[in-house]
């Protein structure tokens, strides 16, 4: 079954035809001029660019500093989700807590409801749509990939991985802030530009190459009202765009207190599959065959 995050993104980024190309080769470090005696125009020396993993360890400092990211307890926030030109809303819930506690809920009404989560222990799928309800227990490790998917407040900690090439390529402008702007290559051969604003250091952007049905096309992750929450400070809104489709992410709570264990307990119907599923293992033997015994 299409996962329903899944589908509220190809709803906002894939409804267009693609159609976009890939970001420009780097540009060369540009240069000034200036007018010398007698007419002729003298080259100034090219800007000097700083380190792109300067930059990150600013932007790092700017949201709060390192040690004080790792040493988050725990982090929870409630969103409104909104996508312009269509009549598609919901709300997105999550909350996490060290170390592998986690809840993640997906609300978008008629269209149905989508719940990951994890006690520590076992992780879990609940979906909900028109056409009928589905329990899934799901790895730990399937968990914790969804958790980096859709914690977008981790990519501090996450801008450099899988980076085969990481360099700052330009100054440049994203919408109206002076930036940095930043070539990171994958190991894959995947292209992302990043945009760290020169005065104040925080991230304001993200542009990337994707691939779906429909071939390739380009996603530029916007983060905006940067906001203090205790010690660290936040964006409060993330828009994703894509051929002017904006999926409008707006964050209205954001809390660092800590949460409830209540929060990541089994639902019934979790519990109820965990005690069919050890009922059906006591009934295989050792070697794997079925006990057909009454």
């Known amino acids: 079954m299409l ?25 060369a470090a540009p240069t000034s001029t200036r007018s010398a005696p007698g007419g002729r125009t003298r080259i100034a020396a090219p800007i000097t660019l700083p380190l792109a993993r300067g930059l990150v360890s600013r932007y790092l400092n700017a949201v709060g500093g390192r040690v ?33 506690l986690m809840f993640i809920r997906l609300d978008l009404g008629e269209l149905g409801t989508s719940e990951v989560a994890a006690d520590g222990r076992i992780a879990w799928e609940l979906t909900t749509t028109a056409e009928g309800d589905s329990a899934e227990v799901i ?19 996450r801008l450099t991985d899988d980076a085969k090439i990481f360099r700052t390529i330009a100054p440049a402008e994203f919408e109206g802030h002076p930036c940095w702007e930043i070539q990171k290559t994958t190991r894959k ?48 809104q993330m828009v994703i765009s894509r051929n002017n489709i ?41 070697d794997g065959r079925k006990d057909d015994t009454p």
């Open 139 to 157: 790895s730990m490790s399937d968990a914790k990939r969804r958790r980096r998917e859709l914690n977008w407040f981790e990519l501090a900690l």
């Open 189 to 236: 051969g995947n292209e992302e530009r990043i945009f760290i604003d020169r005065n104040d250091f925080l991230l304001r952007g993200i542009r990337m190459i994707e691939s779906g049905p429909l071939g390739e096309y380009e996603v530029t992750l916007s983060f905006r009202d940067w906001r203090r929450v205790k010690s660290l400070t936040l964006f409060h």
């Open 3 to 27: 996962r329903l995050l899944t589908f509220i993104i190809l709803i906002a980024l894939l409804a267009v035809p693609a159609g976009i190309a890939a970001p420009a080769p780097p540009a």
């Open 68 to 100: 004080a990211l790792w040493d988050l307890k725990a982090f929870s926030a409630h969103a409104t989700i909104s996508i312009d030109g269509t009549k598609t809303s919901g709300e997105l819930e999550l909350a996490f807590r060290k170390p592998d």
């Open 246 to 286: 904006d999926l409008v992410v707006t964050f209205d709570k954001i809390s660092l207190d800590p949460i409830p264990s209540q929060t990541f307990v089994q639902p019934p119907r979790i519990r109820q599959l965990l005690k069919d599923m050890n009922e059906l293992e006591k009934m295989v033997d050792p």
